[in-house]
């Protein structure tokens, strides 16, 4: 029957058709991207800074050493997608707690990679930031998922908040203050790739949280 329809009305049909997923592709996209990107920018930051332990060194370290271009642009850029991946989320999902907690993880990574460790307070202020709002965002990412990824998503965001919690008290655990920073940061990492991978593909069948 497509005969019956001018070229013109099955044009705007096929660009109806790929706007639909678009903001979703997106988001998507930029999460999983700004999550791997940072991961690897961290690994290859510690690589290049001599005598560098996981254990005994902040993260930040790495942004005020041999590395910090190399940390603070990752961590900057990091910051950047996960405002995009926000506003697309909300465009493809109308979930506005979810997007807003997200925006404001990422105005925190940006901060984090433009206010180093050596800025004071200023760093310590937007490192607070990311890691409590990214800790929530997975937390509340898990409407916009089926279980069990709902799940992990779930313990993810929670081991981070306990970890941020450990962390703020003093209590490492016998990782060493730079291990425990890690407990905080990497979970949010792996849940922002894991996340971004699932909105890629997500199926429209899928009910979708709201408001």
Known sequence: MNHFFPPSFKKSIHISSIMKYENREIA?????????????????????????????????????GPSS???????????????GGAYFIQRAFNYKLFSVLAAITGI?????????????VAH????????????????????????????????LGAVSLLALVLFGSGI?????????????????LLWAIGFGGHVISYSKSESTATK
């Open 172 to 188: 490492h655990l016998g990782l060493g203050k730079g291990g425990m920073e890690r407990i905080i940061a990497y979970p949010a």
């Open 124 to 155: 310590v202020v937007f490192s607070l930031i990311t890691f409590l709002f990214a800790g929530l965002s997975a937390i509340l990412s898990y409407k916009l998922q089926k279980p069990p990824l709902s799940y992990f998503s779930v313990v």
């Open 28 to 64: 998507g996209l930029l999460l999983f991207i700004g999550g791997v990107q940072c991961v690897l920018g961290i690994i290859i930051a510690e690589a290049l800074y001599p005598g560098y332990s996981t254990s005994e060194n902040y993260i930040s370290d790495l942004g005020v």
């Open 69 to 83: 271009l190399i940390f603070n642009s990752s961590v900057f850029l990091l910051g950047v997608l996960a405002v």
């Open 108 to 120: 925190g990574a940006i901060g984090v990679g433009l206010f180093p460790e050596d800025a004071g």
